[in-house]
T-cell receptor, first 111, second 110 residues
């Protein structure tokens, strides 16, 4: 069964450093998403991406965040200068028609 | 695991019993709703969905009910099993954005 994959599974970085989280969505899907989940809290929407551009973004997704689909398979989330409060699980998701499938997540720890 | 942060309501059921998990959504413009299951350290796993033009949809052992009048969604799990133990989130979609509810922890006692 096709699935969304994410790398790395765990990323530790120092405050102020840039990180890139990577995702490979399901191959025939057209919509791509990033969500985050702070430990013990609910999943929060960050951004949606369709047709090579951002279609919606939340207040969390400020100028420190960017997304890119550099080739036909990868979808990345970049955080330019990480803060302590960026520590969370980051989930990528993709959607064909309706069902949205999530990847296993990357745990980002900012120290 | 989830040891800090949001306090989740917990539903504790006996193995073999039916479970009902409820969710209130907020946006009357939402046209699509999904239930996800999340186990510790994993991503949300799709369980069942329903469009706003329906009020009931059944899957294997699961049923979702939608009441648009009171903006209420429920997930019914028949013959609950230990493997069903997880946090369950409802999500609503308006436009291209999913908004998740706060989640309910289901604990199944053997």
């Amino acid at each position: 069964e096709p699935e969304v994959t994410q790398t790395p599974s765990h990323q530790v970085t120092q405050m102020g450093q840039e990180v890139i989280l990577r995702c490979v969505p399901i191959s025939n899907h057209l919509y791509f998403y990033w969500y985050r989940q702070i430990l013990g809290q609910k999943v929060e929407f960050l951004v949606s991406f369709y047709n090579n551009e951002i279609s919606e973004k939340s207040e969390i997704f400020d100028d420190q965040f960017s997304v890119e689909r550099p080739d036909g398979s990868n979808f990345t989330l970049k955080i330019r200068s990480t803060k302590l409060e960026d520590s969370a699980m980051y989930f990528c998701a993709s959607r064909g028609l309706d069902e949205q499938y999530f990847g296993p997540g990357t745990r980002l720890t900012v120290t | 695991g989830e040891s800090v942060g949001l306090h989740l309501p917990t539903l504790s059921v006996q193995e073999g019993d039916n479970s009902i998990i409820n969710c209130a959504y907020s946006n009357s413009a939402s046209d699509y709703f999904i239930w996800y299951k999340q186990e510790s350290g994993k991503g949300p796993q799709f369980i069942i969905d329903i469009r706003s033009n329906m009020d009931k949809r059944q899957g294997q052992r699961v049923t979702v009910l939608l009441n648009k009048t009171v903006k209420h969604l429920s997930l019914q799990i028949a013959a609950t099993q230990p493997g069903d133990s997880a946090v369950y989130f409802c999500a609503e979609r308006a436009g291209n954005m999913l908004t998740f509810g706060g989640g309910t922890r289901l604990m199944v006692k053997p």
